[in-house]
């Protein structure tokens, strides 16, 4: 049972027909006295037919059609990419300091909302975050507490994140209080992100900091 | 794009989010290319039917319903309707690059053949990065076990555990699609 181990972790190239010789003779010789390992080898042998089932029916288009899709399809207002609304949300705010929080859910007009958790970086700060309306652009409200007074250029940043992936939703200071109520119009696909988040970031620094302050999951109201 | 699913950026591009339907083309654009090439037999129509099925789903997204079915499903449908118009269209015969009748005008998939390829691009867009890259590089790219291991940087053994993984993955994440949407059926 000591090769067991070794001997599962081939049987993937082995369903393929990627072995060695060598090696295909030793996995045939364990799987005729295993039966947990040949039933193992039949669900690969399953995944591998269908994969290269697909891979037969698959075929690089030319380079240049997805440009000519793209051209083709008819625009829509509501098309406007998030850095444009980035850029307006981040100017008007003209900030020193921002906060970072994340936001989950996939909803559109009816709205959705998140309570926001604190991080190590402020354990006493807590906030929440609700996105309404029924338009192409709809209100994104965050009420938050116990965030650290911003510094000299320092400012807060909220996100809309999912998975590696985040794309601002506007940025905010916050004074002694410790509170802030701020409301930004985003467009209606904000809502689609999974997750909210707040980060602190510097003013002279263009990068994305990691300084994560709250964060939460949204759900559909 | 990656790991976001399908019917997120579905609704994503029922917003207007170009750089979703980007995302779907990715994933599907070269099994809608395949198709049309296998079963329409030129490539001027094979790319006619790639930038009909997108525009359709570009411009039909609202409606897309995720508890009907799975966004595969819905560009599956739209990709067989797509082709069988084309297909009526040109008022000919149509046969495989091996000769085998295509189906016909009002057929569908008869062999189920073609659904279970979009259910099976589905998952694969699911994997994980590392998972997905070796099933690629194997499967569409056709490198040996060796030749992956020099392209990633990868000891072999390690290239050899994780196609083990990953098929497995793959096979894990089938049965959960079949599981789910069987159960809502």
């Known amino acids: ?221 | 794009m990656d790991r976001v699913e399908d019917e997120v950026l579905v609704r994503r591009v029922a917003s207007g989010d170009e750089r979703a339907l980007s995302g779907l083309y990715d994933r599907y654009a070269g099994l809608v290319y395949g198709t049309g090439m296998r079963y329409l037999g030129d490539r001027g129509t094979a790319e006619e039917l790639v930038q009909d099925v997108f525009t359709s789903v570009w411009k039909n997204a609202a409606g897309f319903d995720p508890a009907r079915a799975s966004f595969a499903t819905w560009v599956y449908r739209i990709t067989r309707n797509r082709a069988t118009d084309l297909i009526r269209r040109r008022k000919a015969r149509v046969r495989t690059v091996d000769g085998e009748p295509l189906f016909e005008p009002g057929e569908t998939d008869p062999s189920g053949a073609l659904s279970q390829n979009f259910d099976v691009a589905a998952a694969l867009s699911r994997l994980t990065p590392v998972h997905r890259e070796v099933l690629v590089l194997a499967y569409f790219h056709g490198l040996s076990q060796r030749e992956i291991s020099d392209r990633t940087a990868t000891p072999l053994g390690t290239v050899k555990s994780r196609t083990t993984a990953a098929l497995r993955a793959l096979r894990e994440t089938m049965r959960f699609d079949e599981d789910r949407w069987s159960a809502d059926e």
């Open chain 1, 1 to 221: 049972m000591s090769e067991h181990p070794d001997t599962r972790n081939l049987l993937g190239p082995y369903v393929m027909g990627n072995l060695e010789p060598y090696e295909e003779r030793e996995v045939e010789v364990h799987l005729q006295g295993c039966v947990s390992c040949r039933q193992e080898a039949q669900e690969l042998r399953l995944a591998h037919e269908r994969l290269a089932d697909l891979a037969y029916s698959t075929e690089a288009p030319p380079e240049d059609l997805e440009a000519r899709v793209m051209a083709r399809i008819p625009r829509r207002e509501a098309g406007r990419r998030l850095p444009i609304w980035v850029a307006a949300a981040a100017a008007a705010f003209c900030v020193l300091a921002v906060l970072g929080v994340f936001v989950t859910p996939d909803l559109f007009g009816a709205g959705a909302a998140a309570t926001l958790s604190p991080t190590g970086r402020a354990p006493d700060a807590g906030g929440q975050v609700s996105i309404r309306g029924t338009g192409e652009n709809m209100e994104m409200r965050l009420e938050a507490w116990g965030l650290p007074a911003c510094k000299s250029e320092q400012y807060y940043e909220l996100w809309l994140v999912e998975g590696d992936e985040r794309v601002s939703a506007g940025s905010f200071t916050v004074g002694q209080s410790g509170r802030v109520d701020v409301r930004l119009n985003v467009p209606r696909f904000a809502g689609s992100y999974p997750k909210v988040g707040v980060t602190a970031e510097y003013d002279k620094d263009p990068r994305a900091s990691d300084a994560k302050m709250l964060s939460g999951e949204l759900h559909e109201l």
